[in-house]
């Protein structure tokens, strides 16, 4: 899907001029190759073109960029660490668009130990907000493959999930307060450090997901945890997503709160990561499925190797697994979840592949998986499919990679009804298209088909009430 903004002209020579100086020059980009890493995302899929990009300093510059676009209609895209999975990020092919990069605002503002928040702007790259934490002997415990180089606004502005939602929620249960700026250049600072505060509507909650429609985040105030003293990964080779759940459960009985992380996929999975990367199968043997358990907590580092050694003792006795290897070291420990964590990366070597996000009930996930696979055997009987991710939160991202030797862009021609067969199955089993990546631009046409009138009538007006202009991400989330 291509999102256009046609009701909203390129910016003048002058307004680039106005523009260009809020930030000054060696803070704008206006040259179109220099700006290649700003307008193209990682899986190349949505390529864009843009009139100018910032890299603004504060949030008073945000605020003076955001007037000026306002008074001229110049749309804007917020960007933070461009790692977003659905085009959200970058402009459309238009050229009439800007992106406000917030990479420049990158302090951390403030660690309160005590009140285990920490105050951060919004283009702090997430790895730097958990180090800020480790620091003080807490835990932020948003996890996810990319953060190495996302930002808590695109964090934040996705509701990203990760690997540790399960424990701990998506971003936007990590988040006590914001700082914004509006559409017409007005700061709403509600860098609330309360833990309670229930003083009316939550404007918070509204901006969280937004995916920069309604208003740019420049600074949050985020939760930290206590530092888990111990934490244990294994391995597990499985027969099937049923059993999977079975071993979660019995996880989770035997550890309270303990699970932090549960992940499942396929031997394809295994198979593509050993042929494209340095890591290596720890199990004797290969099997239909694999799951990732990680638990922590503990007393003292040592506590929790038993413990899940217990555990898969005794869902080894009641047949729910047939292998499982423990990280015995940190190495192993960041191998087990390189192999989970790559998985999309080197999907890329195997020709043409088409991503989803689906979510279901919990329970539900192996009647998603099984029904997923059926259809598109119909569909495609040759492809490669791969559902794989976090199953202990009912959200899989049910891959398809082309069939070997297939024509790469005849099988990417099949994006939107491929796509359709599975989203059309989670939207049966009353789930959802979007668990963790958001709309962006890939999945903005599905909007009416997934919210009823009443809604698509209040997120319009909400749109409206935020953003009368339409300057902000314009043709992402919701139809233009
Ligand atoms: C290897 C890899 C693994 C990933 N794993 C996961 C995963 O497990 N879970 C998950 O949820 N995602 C995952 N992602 C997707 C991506 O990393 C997340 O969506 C992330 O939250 C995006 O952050 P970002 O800083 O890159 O934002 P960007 O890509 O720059 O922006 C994303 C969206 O947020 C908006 N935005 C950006 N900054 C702001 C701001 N300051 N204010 C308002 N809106 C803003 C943008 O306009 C865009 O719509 C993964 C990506 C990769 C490459």
């Known amino acids: 899907m291509d999102a256009t903004s046609p009701k909203l002209a390129a910016p003048s020579a002058e307004t680039i001029d106005r523009l260009v100086a809020v930030v000054g020059e060696k803070y704008a980009v206006r040259d179109a190759q220099e700006m290649e890493n700003y307008v193209t995302e990682w899986r190349d899929r949505w390529p864009g073109r843009a009139s100018l990009v910032l890299r603004p300093g504060s949030t008073q510059e945000v605020s003076e960029i955001l007037k000026i676009a306002n008074e001229t209609q110049t749309g804007v895209v917020p960007q933070s660490g461009n790692t977003g999975a659905v085009g959200g990020q970058v402009p459309s092919p238009s050229g009439n668009e800007i992106v406000v990069s917030l990479e420049r605002m990158n302090k951390i503002l403030r660690v309160e130990a005590l009140d285990n928040t920490i105050a ?157 990367t340095e890591l290596r199968n720890p199990l004797g043997s290969y099997f239909p499925w694999y799951v990732i358990v990680e638990i922590a907590g503990g007393a003292a580092p040592g506590d929790l190797m038993p413990v899940l050694t217990s555990i898969l003792e005794e869902a080894f006795e009641a047949d729910l697994i047939s292998d499982a290897a423990l990280a015995s070291s940190e190495a192993q420990y960041q191998m087990f979840w390189s192999m989970r964590e790559r998985m999309s990366e080197v999907q890329k070597f195997e020709g043409g592949s088409i991503k989803l996000d689906t979510s279901v009930p919990v329970s539900q996930v192996p009647e998603l998986i099984e029904r997923g696979l059926e259809a598109l055997k119909e569909a495609v009987p040759d492809a490669r499919p791969l559902p794989y991710g976090h199953i202990g939160d009912g959200n899989i991202h049910f891959n398809i990679s082309q069939p070997e030797g297939a024509d790469t862009d005849a099988f990417m021609a099949r994006w939107d009804e491929l796509t359709g067969i599975i989203n059309n199955i989670a939207i049966d089993m009353s789930g959802s298209i979007s668990a963790e990546h958001g709309i962006g631009q890939s999945k903005t046409y599905m909007m009416p088909k997934v919210k009823s009138p009443l809604e698509m009538e209040l997120l319009l007006g909400l749109k409206d009430l935020f953003d009368p202009n339409g300057i902000l991400n314009p043709g992402k989330v919701l139809p233009s």
């Open 120 to 276: 951060v702007e919004a283009g702090c790259i997430l790895q730097s907000v958990q180090e800020a934490a480790e620091e003080v002997d807490r835990l932020f415990p948003l996890r996810i493959g990319s953060q190495g180089s996302c930002q808590i606004g695109g964090n934040l502005g996705t509701n990203a999930g990760g690997i540790a939602t399960l424990a701990y929620g998506n971003a936007r249960d990590l988040a006590l307060g914001l700082e914004v700026v509006m559409a017409d250049g007005r700061i709403w600072n509600g860098m609330n450090r309360l833990r309670k505060n229930n003083t009316g509507y939550d404007l918070r909650d509204i901006f969280i997901g937004s995916e920069g429609t309604l208003g740019i985040i420049t600074g949050a105030v985020l939760k930290l945890y206590p530092n888990p003293r111990d934490r244990a990964v294994a391995l597990v080779g499985i027969s099937a997503p049923e059993p999977a759940l079975e071993l979660l459960a019995l996880a989770q009985g035997k550890t309270g709160n303990g699970v932090v992380g549960f992940e499942i996929f396929p031997h394809y999975g295994m198979e593509i990561v050993e042929r494209h």
